[in-house]
């Protein structure tokens, strides 16, 4: 089985639900300074109801008890993540100028739908650009490690939330005349944006700006540092060139793989890079 070149304490393919935290002891990368809980947790938790009040009856009661809790547990923990990551958004989100319905693995458009990360998830990298935590001290890392090796990596964009997600994607549609389809060739229908899960950032060159936001960015030495390093500290491009993803090349845009809960975010997606990669 291959692994991504993140090194021996690196990924984790296809991490379960039940191992939490496997890739923060990362000796690449200091993701994460405590233990949070992780989000598909809590409603475990939450749904597992202790057993029953005793009245008096003790061992069978008991017995069914912990066999109900068990059991809801077990089913919570194989469930929960798919239900949270995947079927979540497509699910409650109606795009209606969309003629298109999400395929049958959930991609509307080549495009997965994703969760929207939380507030509190949320940290400031720039200016105005918020990360996911995690993603945000990796990167951190790894702009002073490409600073260090004389790289002007910028941060162009990170999280957007589903609204902004919306107008980008709506607006320009329709300042460019384009339709829904034609559109999301090139940016994320709202729910389905890489960008509302705060792991994803669009990068430039400081002494290239003209490239931002363009595949001409490849050829500057952000790039070619970025594809030489970045695995590293758990970033990967989402979307290379002729992916089977079915998305246009954006050699700017790169997620953040480092948590387990990053992982399991793309699981998807993943699957699709690794195609591309053994198929072409
Ligand atoms: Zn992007």
Redesign the pocket.
């Known amino acids: 089985m291959k692994l991504p070149p993140a090194g021996p304490g690196g990924l984790v393919p296809l991490a379960p639900a039940l191992t939490i935290d496997t890739t923060r002891s990362s000796h690449l990368v200091r993701a994460s300074p405590a233990r949070r809980p992780n989000r598909e947790d809590i409603p475990v938790a939450k749904r597992t109801r202790p057993a029953r009040p005793r009245r008096g009856g003790g061992g069978l009661g008991l017995i069914l008890g912990c066999l109900l809790v068990c059991t809801g547990s077990l089913v919570a923990v194989m469930i929960g993540p798919q239900l949270l990551g995947r079927l979540g958004p497509s699910s409650s989100l109606e795009i209606p100028e969309f003629s298109e319905r999400p395929d049958a693995d959930g991609r509307l458009l080549g495009h997965f739908p994703y969760m929207e990360a939380t507030p509190d998830q949320l940290v400031s990298v720039e200016p105005g650009i918020e990360l996911h935590i995690d993603a945000a001290e990796a990167l951190r890392s790894m702009m002073q490690a490409a600073a260090a090796d004389g790289v002007d990596l910028r941060v162009i964009?990170g999280y957007r939330s589903l609204d902004l997600q919306e107008s980008i994607f709506f607006d320009i549609a329709s300042e460019r005349n384009q339709t829904a389809e034609e559109r999301a060739q090139v940016s994320a229908p709202p729910g389905y944006s890489e960008?509302s899960t705060g792991y994803?950032v669009?990068l430039g060159d400081g002494t290239a700006p003209e490239t931002n936001l363009s595949q001409t960015f490849e050829e500057t030495p952000g790039f070619r540092w970025l594809q030489d390093h970045a695995a590293r500290y758990h970033f990967v491009l989402s979307f290379p060139e002729r992916n089977d993803q079915g998305v246009m090349y954006?050699p700017?845009?790169w997620r953040f793989e480092g948590s387990s809960e990053a992982l399991r975010m793309f699981e998807s997606a993943r699957r699709f890079a690794f195609r591309s990669q053994t198929g072409s």
Do not use: K
Request: no cysteine; hydrophobic share 30%.
């Open positions: 964009s960008h994803a669009d954006e700017w845009h």
